[in-house]
């Protein structure tokens, strides 16, 4: 069930909240959390776009991309962890997209751990297609460092 999930864009006044979502979504997969300082110097860097999904007074995920020319780059995806499988990251993914076309983005491109196949079935549902390999891309907090794979979907 998501039918009340309400998509707005993320602004000056989220960043607290942006953060502490990227934290919690990201603490239990040994990575880095973003700080407030991170969200706000990434949403004033040219071409960011950034997305918060709340439900009723809960925030339940958020997402910023970025456009350069006709190339557009998901920066970030996360879900607060008691609201997963239930389509948050999917509506994220379609506003990060139309955001993406609407910028003049003809392809979307992503980093996904090798050891986060979560989130790598959810892009492969997507229909993103991995194009890449970076060995030891991700420090992974008390274990060795995770490869990613470089995915791209063709928005055009
Ligand atoms: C990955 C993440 C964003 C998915 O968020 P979510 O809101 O639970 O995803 P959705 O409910 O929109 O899932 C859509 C589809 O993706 C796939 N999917 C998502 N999470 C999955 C999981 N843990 N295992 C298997 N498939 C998964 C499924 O196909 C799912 O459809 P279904 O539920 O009908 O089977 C969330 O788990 C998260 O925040 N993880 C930590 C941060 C992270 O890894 N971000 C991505 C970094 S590249």
């Given at each position: 069930?998501?039918?009340?999930?309400?998509?707005?864009?993320?602004?000056?006044v989220?960043?607290?909240?942006?953060?502490?979502l990227?934290?919690?979504?990201?603490?239990p997969?040994?990575?880095r959390?973003?700080t407030?300082?991170?969200?706000?110097?990434?949403?004033?860097?040219?071409g960011?776009a950034?997305?918060?999904?709340?439900?009723?007074?809960?925030?339940i995920?958020m997402?910023?991309?970025?456009?350069?020319?006709?190339?557009?780059?998901?920066?970030?995806?996360?879900?607060?962890?008691?609201?997963?499988?239930?389509?948050?990251?999917?509506?994220?993914?379609?506003?990060?997209?139309?955001?993406?076309?609407?910028?003049?983005?003809r392809?979307?491109?992503?980093?996904?751990?090798?050891?986060?196949?979560?989130a790598?079935?959810?892009?492969?549902s997507?229909?993103?297609?991995v194009?890449?390999?970076?060995?030891?891309?991700?420090?992974?907090?008390?274990?060795?460092?995770?490869?990613?794979f470089?995915?791209?979907?063709?928005?055009?």
């Amino acid at each position: 069930m998501n039918g009340g999930f309400v998509l707005n864009p993320l602004r000056a006044v989220d960043l607290d909240r942006a953060a502490r979502l990227h934290r919690e979504a990201f603490a239990p997969i040994g990575e880095r959390g973003w700080t407030r300082q991170d969200v706000a110097g990434l949403l004033a860097s040219p071409g960011v776009a950034g997305f918060l999904l709340t439900e009723a007074t809960f925030d339940i995920g958020m997402a910023i991309c970025r456009v350069v020319a006709d190339e557009a780059e998901l920066l970030t995806v996360a879900v607060d962890p008691g609201h997963r499988r239930r389509g948050a990251a999917r509506l994220l993914l379609g506003a990060v997209v139309e955001s993406a076309r609407g910028g003049g983005a003809r392809t979307l491109f992503l980093e996904v751990g090798a050891d986060n196949p979560g989130a790598r079935t959810l892009y492969d549902s997507l229909g993103f297609a991995v194009v890449g390999h970076r060995a030891g891309y991700y420090a992974r907090a008390g274990r060795p460092a995770a490869d990613a794979f470089s995915m791209r979907l063709t928005l055009s």
